[in-house]
């Protein structure tokens, strides 16, 4: 059975940093892209930033140069540093991964919560 779990998010200050991890297992054959994304309260679910098995990342204009992404392929994990985090960084992340049948996994998603 697939798990993708979610881990590290929670309350910070305006300026701040959180971690999120995501550690997926039971996913039949190989992991491709882990991912993340967030979903604030009455918009869509969008890209916050990806990251393929060879370590290509891309990352939503609105988080560019303060969120990195890595990953740790002999651990199925996906990692989101987030730093300089804005109160419109609010919003539910959800950990995303594919495998190479075209398989998407989605976690139940962690949330984080900016204050001003």
């Known amino acids: 059975q697939v798990h993708v779990v979610e881990s590290g998010g929670g309350l910070v200050q305006a300026g701040g940093s959180l971690r999120l991890s995501c550690v997926a297992s039971g996913i039949i054959y190989s992991i491709n892209n882990m991912g993340w994304y967030r979903q604030a309260p009455g918009k869509q679910r969008v890209l916050v930033a990806g990251i393929s098995s060879g370590g290509r990342t891309n990352f939503g204009d609105s988080v560019k140069g303060r969120f990195n992404i890595s990953r740790d392929n002999a651990k199925y994990t996906v990692n989101l540093q987030m730093n300089s985090l804005k109160p419109e960084d609010t919003a539910v992340y959800y950990c995303?991964?594919?495998?190479?049948?075209?398989?998407?996994?989605w976690g139940q998603g962690t949330q984080v919560t900016v204050s001003s």
């Open positions: 995303r991964v594919t495998n190479s049948l075209n398989g998407e996994y």
